[in-house]
């Protein structure tokens, strides 16, 4: 990602902060005119929003820094533990839904102010749908995993405030209060499921995942149409962290080659696969006919296309 994404992921960072705020005064202010505890239970995920706000800007910002002595390959994982905690702060949050939840099952009470607190709750709702909307466009397409996770938790968000507000409908239309408890609890199940995924996929990136399926075929056709001069490429690893593509493989040439023609063929490559993968981090080890190949093989195509 160059200097200008860059930009961009951290001023959508840093505006997230006061608008996870506004939106939970919006939530918080439509619990208290109700005392619904389906509407607070939405308020307490949108705590966590606040909090994941501050920590997503923080990594954000840590990740972008450039390589130095302690960190040569980059900051970039930085990102995927601000997802973790993003991811653990969900399922706290889900916790204590239930602990609020739970007693009122025995104890359940009518809304107070029902149209004003669902009209407030239902403004905090379209704003989370722009926002996360943009959050998620901006996190793909300059691979920021820790926007993505926050645009995909507002979006979450988004979806446990609209049930909320159709359960609560039912409560005014049938008079039974206690599926306001019984819509928190089942809101509280819905985040835990949505704070495991961002926490596995986030946990995935730090184990060194390979790029996908799609990235990778682009990689290996860009270096069979540019790899001609050597007689084969094998040992192709790939891998992201953060906003960062590594690829390495092993470029198989001649036994009498020169230096200068086998360093010719591997800036050939190095410049076809960042056209396909900008910034790309590439380590190509040249090796003699000799060495037998062995790991993820490409076809090297004989004439140029």
Request: hydrophobic share 55%.
């Amino acid at each position: 990602m160059g200097t200008n994404g860059n930009a961009t992921v951290n001023r959508l960072a840093l505006i997230g902060i006061p608008m996870a705020i506004f939106v939970l005064g919006l939530k918080m202010l439509a619990w208290w005119v109700t005392g619904s505890v389906a509407l607070l239970s939405d308020a307490l995920e949108s705590i966590v929003n606040v909090v994941a706000a501050v920590i997503a800007w923080g990594a954000i910002g840590y990740a972008s820094r450039p390589a130095d002595a302690d960190h040569p390959f980059g900051h970039h994982k930085a990102e995927y533990l601000s997802a973790v905690v993003e991811g653990v702060l969900i399922v706290v949050a889900a916790i204590l839904i239930v602990q609020e939840a739970v007693p009122k099952l025995w104890a359940p009470t009518l809304m107070e102010q029902p149209a004003l607190g669902l009209g407030i709750n239902f403004v905090a709702g379209l704003i989370n749908v722009v926002w996360a909307t943009i959050l998620i466009r901006a996190g793909r397409r300059h691979r920021s995993p820790a926007l993505l996770a926050d645009g995909h938790h507002i979006m979450s968000d988004v979806i446990t405030s609209a049930g909320v507000l159709v359960g609560l409908l039912l409560v005014l239309a049938t008079g039974y209060a206690i599926l306001d408890p019984v819509i928190a609890i089942l809101v509280a199940v819905n985040i835990l499921f949505q704070g495991w995924t961002i926490i596995s996929s986030s946990v995935s990136g730090l184990m060194d995942h390979a790029i996908e399926g799609a990235e990778e075929a682009a990689i290996k056709q860009a270096i069979a149409e540019n790899a001609q001069g050597s007689l084969g490429v094998h040992d192709l690893k790939t891998r992201r962290a953060g906003q960062a593509i590594f690829v390495e493989f092993h470029l198989v040439v001649p036994a009498r080659m020169a230096v200068a023609d086998a360093h010719e063929i591997c800036d050939r490559l190095e410049a076809a696969i960042e056209t396909v993968h900008h910034g790309a981090q590439i380590a190509i080890h040249v090796e003699p006919e000799t060495e037998k190949a062995h790991g993820i093989r490409v076809k090297v195509e004989r004439t140029r296309a």
